[in-house]
């Protein structure tokens, strides 16, 4: 930007050093303008033509004196383009390659597995992304309907005296569940705030129609 801040000024002195020159030279013109009507008034016809001849030079140097002046204006204005322009394409470029943006990327490619189907499992059955070959249980549960995540417990099962308002007063802290928790080797207890079930064997989730739980991606 200071580059283009030098240019234009020497430009602009340029253009200004030689419309002085011209103011000279008008002078120099207007004192021939006098000589001819001197000459007009003393000779006749070669006074008016000298005259005449001073008129016409006149005219052609204002111009190209607006001529100049234009092309004045042009320069300053294609510099201010120019500028504008570099100033644009820097701010593109610095939002494009940004560290936040690149951050961004990353995170999008960092989280993008679902589970497909979506298994439940007792204890012993391995944790994962769950796939129609590699079946693993999903630990990244959430509910749609009440918007909370679903917990699960290793070997323990749910009794049955448990009801809708248990889960909504006392998840997800443990201390208040086991009051209504069964130890019982190789289940899982799982719960939200308003669904829970107690899983021994590998459970496709798509089976269960009442349970609105589905896997919220898992971070690799």
Same mark, same amino acid.
């Given at each position: 930007?200071?580059?283009?801040?030098?240019?234009?000024?020497? #430009?602009?002195?340029?253009?200004? /050093?030689?419309?002085?020159? +011209?103011?000279? $030279?008008?002078?120099?013109?207007?004192? *021939?303008?006098?000589? *001819?009507?001197?000459?007009?008034? #003393?000779?006749?016809?070669?006074?008016?033509?000298?005259?005449?001849?001073?008129?016409? *030079?006149?005219? $052609? +140097?204002? =111009?190209?004196?607006?001529?100049?002046?234009?092309?004045?204006?042009?320069?300053?204005?294609?510099?201010?383009?120019? &500028?504008?322009?570099?100033?644009?394409?820097?701010?593109?470029?610095?939002?494009?390659?940004?560290?936040?943006?690149?951050?961004?990327?990353?995170?999008?490619? $960092?989280?993008? &597995?679902?589970?497909?189907?979506?298994?439940?499992?007792?204890?012993?059955?391995?944790?994962?992304?769950?796939?129609?070959? =590699?079946?693993?249980?999903?630990?990244?549960?959430? /509910?749609?309907?009440?918007?909370?995540?679903?917990?699960?417990?290793?070997?323990?099962?749910?009794? &049955?005296? /448990?009801?809708?308002?248990?889960?909504?007063?006392?998840?997800?802290?443990? =201390?208040? %569940?086991?009051?209504?928790?069964?130890?019982?080797?190789?289940?899982?207890?799982?719960?939200?705030?308003?669904?829970?079930?107690?899983?021994?064997? %590998?459970?496709?989730? =798509?089976?269960?129609?009442?349970?609105?739980?589905?896997?919220? &991606?898992?971070?690799?």
């Amino acid at each position: 930007m200071a580059d283009d801040l030098d240019e234009l000024l020497d #430009e602009v002195e340029s253009k200004f /050093c030689r419309l002085s020159r +011209r103011d000279g $030279a008008d002078r120099n013109g207007a004192k *021939g303008r006098e000589k *001819g009507r001197f000459r007009e008034e #003393e000779g006749g016809e070669g006074g008016r033509e000298g005259v005449e001849a001073a008129a016409g *030079g006149e005219t $052609a +140097r204002f =111009s190209k004196d607006a001529s100049e002046e234009e092309d004045l204006d042009d320069i300053i204005k294609d510099i201010i383009d120019e &500028k504008s322009s570099a100033q644009s394409l820097v701010k593109q470029t610095s939002k494009s390659s940004s560290p936040a943006s690149e951050n961004n990327i990353t995170t999008v490619h $960092a989280h993008g &597995k679902r589970c497909c189907p979506v298994y439940l499992g007792g204890s012993t059955a391995p944790i994962g992304i769950g796939t129609s070959i =590699s079946q693993r249980t999903c630990d990244r549960l959430r /509910c749609t309907a009440c918007d909370f995540r679903v917990s699960h417990y290793d070997d323990y099962q749910w009794d &049955k005296s /448990c009801d809708y308002l248990f889960f909504r007063n006392n998840m997800p802290e443990f =201390s208040k %569940l086991r009051a209504k928790m069964l130890k019982k080797k190789g289940s899982r207890a799982y719960a939200c705030q308003c669904a829970w079930r107690s899983i021994d064997g %590998l459970t496709d989730l =798509s089976t269960d129609r009442q349970l609105r739980w589905v896997c919220s &991606k898992h971070v690799q």
